[in-house]
């Protein structure tokens, strides 16, 4: 078994110097040569930080944002070791333009004073990014991947062992009542927990990789490189401009209440995102299981004009047609079998009226050579269920039922290909949190966490801006391969 250990204050610092003292130059030389903050902050964030505030700024725009880009490029995990690094290196205090280095406050003020702004230069540069993503990839650039997520506070609740205790007692209780296995001390924890921290009526209970935790929730959405093309925050602004979202009362299950969060907000965010940047043109949308609901699909395939969802069935729901039976996947199965699938033959609109349509033939038909010399369907079953020789064949029209054919076909290569791109957001979300340090944050302000995220965005798309300019677009994700 191989030791862990614990990487101290002095260790992460050690290691940064390292990159400093070695790679420094040659990559922020890179980064001088080729970036150019300019082109991606508006107009309107110069006029808001410049305004006329009774004296003079006494740190310039650029020197203030270079500095929250290269902490996360280098993965520095708090305000107050990036100081210590700008206050021991000449070389990226001269990077970043500063004469004397800010204290904390300053970053915290800008994070908080100009979020708005920060919103901006994102929002600009995933309109700056769209074409270069296209180039890499197009199939994989025209995908929308959605997913939710959260950023713990540093409040009393996400202390381990504040949940551990309500847990123990209720273990106690069941044990002492001689409670049966019916009775879930988790699920009875998760009921009795508040819905949210005592410090912070927007820090919200979720339950987050099997675990319970208070957070700030928000949303991001990736094409299919792992880029992100928005970040969404669940705050009362959110709710606010979305008056239609109600949140429910929370239920008994803390994985049921994430799936009805995710499935409200999923097209509120969906239609802010095309609104925000209408030459952007999505052809598919991956998601998980929270989204399969029949508004969901309908909104997808009809209103958002996407060709194609790819959203797992919940098991909690099952299709059912009148007229055959069909199995968990949506496939039409064999009227003496229904443990036997009939088999996909392509889609087709060869009617007149263009409607696309799926084919299912008998699962034991054969393309068998006739006495003309012509190869013709037959079917080789021994108990038919219709007197053609072809064996039954059924047409599906996906716009009757979009959340069983939601423009495509579920247990098929196809499917199976498409729908392992979604783990792309998760990864990027990952990456957020611990390469760009969100996660961990001593801080309960909204605000500064929001802010954060944002910088994260941007952090990752001046990544896919240099990686373009350098022509090795394998580093569009992280630049830690051109720092190691």
């Known amino acids: 078994m191989i030791p862990h250990k614990q990487l101290s204050l002095a260790d992460i610092y050690s290691d940064c110097k390292t990159f400093f003292e070695s790679d420094k130059p040659k990559f922020l030389s890179l980064l001088e040569n080729n970036i150019n903050l300019d082109e991606f902050i508006p107009i309107s964030f110069y006029h808001h930080f410049y305004a006329s505030t009774g004296r003079p700024r006494e740190y310039k725009l650029h020197s203030m944002l270079w500095a929250l880009i290269i902490q996360r490029i280098f993965s520095i995990p708090t305000d107050t070791l990036l100081i210590t690094f700008l206050k021991y290196s000449s070389e990226l205090r001269e990077f970043c333009g500063f004469e004397k280095v800010p204290d904390g406050s300053k970053f915290t003020r800008f994070k908080q004073d100009f979020l708005l702004d920060l919103q901006a230069v994102f929002d600009n540069l995933v309109d700056i990014t769209e074409p270069i993503c296209q180039q890499i990839d197009k199939d994989k650039a025209s995908m929308t991947i959605f997913d939710t997520s959260g950023i713990e506070a540093f409040v009393t609740e996400n202390n381990p062992k504040y949940a551990n205790k309500i847990v123990k007692q209720l273990e106690s209780f069941k044990k002492s009542q001689g409670l049966d296995d019916s009775y879930d001390p988790y699920k009875a924890a998760y009921g009795s927990m508040p819905s949210h921290a005592s410090a912070n009526p927007n820090i919200k209970q979720l339950y987050i990789n099997g675990h319970f935790c208070y957070v700030y929730k928000f949303g991001m959405i990736t094409n299919g ?31 049921e209440d994430k799936s009805l969060h995710d499935a409200k907000a999923v097209i509120p965010v969906l239609k802010d995102y095309f609104e925000k ?82 084919k299912f033939v008998c699962p034991k038909m054969k393309w068998t050579k006739c006495d003309d010399g012509k190869y013709r369907r037959r079917h080789f079953c021994d108990n038919p269920c219709t007197s053609s020789p072809c064996g039954r064949m059924i047409y599906v029209y996906p716009e009757k039922d979009l959340r069983a054919y939601p423009g495509t076909l579920r247990d098929t290569e196809e499917w199976d290909k498409v729908y392992k791109i979604r783990s792309v957001v998760e990864q990027s979300i990952n990456h957020f949190k611990e390469s760009f340090c969100i996660a961990g944050r001593k801080t309960q302000n909204e605000k500064t966490i929001h802010a954060d995220l944002l910088l994260a965005g941007i952090t990752q798309l001046i990544t896919v801006v240099l990686a373009d300019k350098i022509h090795k677009h394998e580093y569009i994700r992280s630049l830690k391969p051109l720092i190691a």
């Open 225 to 255: 490189l792992g880029i992100v093309r928005d970040i969404s925050f669940y705050n009362k602004d959110f709710l606010k401009s979305h008056p239609n979202i109600i949140i429910d009362k929370k239920s008994d299950s803390p994985d």
């Open 277 to 358: 940047h209408p030459n952007i043109k999505a052809n598919v949308f991956i998601g998980d299981a929270a989204f399969d609901a029949t508004n969901i699909y309908r909104d997808l395939l009809t209103d958002l004009k996407f060709d194609k969802a790819y959203i797992p069935l919940n098991r909690r729901s099952s299709l059912k047609h009148p007229d055959y039976t069909l199995n968990e996947f949506g496939i039409p199965c064999c009227p003496h079998d229904s443990t036997l699938p009939m088999k996909p033959e392509g889609n087709t609109s060869h009617l007149r009226c263009g409607i696309k349509t799926f």
